[in-house]
């Protein structure tokens, strides 16, 4: 069913993690997405420098974490959000796949811990999301970098966050995003599409996606908001151009791979990359897997020929 590197990820999670149990808790909850991701963490290479930072606001700070290949001068910028349906996940979890990006790519890449719900359900997450892309705008200086070339990539929840990114963009008339990357994801509140019941993914179910959503949106799933839920974007031209990732396995990608198509006949320039045999999540299982290793670099490519 999945092929043979996604088969050997998963094997060596059940093998470190024992087998899944429904959470018992929110803890319970963040703490196996953790335990999970850590199994294939590997630590960054010698030629990256990697700094933790804070950005001040008003209230509250976000943490982000910086990576940049050592004596780069003025690279571009890729303003990565992380994944976790929302709730779960941080800059620690994602760490393997934000290195890996600066080390493709030699861009700048700026991971934001955004805040998560229950404690801070939407639009505290686009909000942070959207302080940290001006953030980036206004510190180029002291950043080092060329934030006239920006880019915003995000996976599962984040690749959410990275489309309302591309809308608020388009819509509060900041500088052109040269891309937006949206690696598996989820765009719909809709969680009764028949798709969730021919899916084989052993990390994504209805029942888990409609608890972010619930977790999120604070039950609003009816929600008409494009900010909160891209896919209830009416008008979708003159966004910036958009790199799709999808799993073939994974339920989201049925919703993922409607929003590249809509992008497309609004006008928007759209790769839609579908990996066979894969799961969601499968940016982080590029150290098992010989497929999702050429998607990762697939994807560094197109941030890198986009931020040229």
């Given amino acids: 069913m999945f092929e043979p590197g996604t088969q050997a990820y998963l094997a060596r ?15 319970e909850r963040r703490d196996a997405f953790d335990r999970r991701g850590h199994v294939w963490w590997r630590p960054a290479p010698d030629t990256l420098e990697v700094r933790n930072w804070q950005i001040g606001l008003a209230g509250h700070e976000i943490p982000v974490r910086l990576y940049r290949r050592k004596g780069v001068e003025k690279p571009p910028v890729v303003l990565y959000l992380h994944g976790g349906g929302f709730v779960n996940g941080s800059i620690d979890s994602h760490d393997a796949v934000t290195w890996g990006l600066a080390e493709e790519t030699g861009a700048l890449v700026v991971s934001v811990q955004y805040r998560r719900p229950p404690e801070s359900p939407y639009p ?21 970098a ?3 070339r920006v880019a ?26 040269r891309l937006q990357m949206l690696l598996y994801p989820c765009l719909d509140t809709n969680t009764d599409r028949a798709v969730y019941e021919t899916a084989k993914d052993p990390f994504v179910s209805r029942a888990g996606m409609r608890f972010y959503w619930e977790q999120y949106l604070q039950g609003r799933l009816d929600t008409t908001d494009p900010i909160a839920a891209p896919h209830q974007a009416k008008n979708l031209a003159g966004l910036a151009p958009a790199y799709v990732q999808t ?10 791979e409607e929003y590249a198509h809509r992008l497309k006949a609004a006008g928007v320039p759209v790769t839609l990359d579908r990996v066979p045999g894969t799961i969601h999540g499968l940016m982080r299982a590029r150290f098992a897997s010989e497929v999702c290793r050429a998607a990762f670099v697939r994807a560094a490519a197109a941030l890198r020929n986009a931020l040229a």
């Fill in 13 to 27: 999670i059940a093998e470190v993690c024992g087998p899944a149990k429904p959470p018992r808790s929110l803890e």
């Fill in 124 to 144: 505290a997450a686009t909000d942070d999301c959207w302080s940290a892309f001006q953030w980036v705008l206004r510190t180029g200086h002291w950043l080092d």
């Fill in 146 to 148: 060329d934030v006239s």
């Fill in 152 to 177: 915003v990539a995000g996976d599962s929840a984040g690749g959410c966050l990275a489309a309302a990114l591309a809308l608020q963009a388009r819509d509060r008339q900041a500088p052109d995003l």
């Fill in 247 to 256: 799993a073939e396995h994974d339920p989201l990608h049925e919703e993922g």
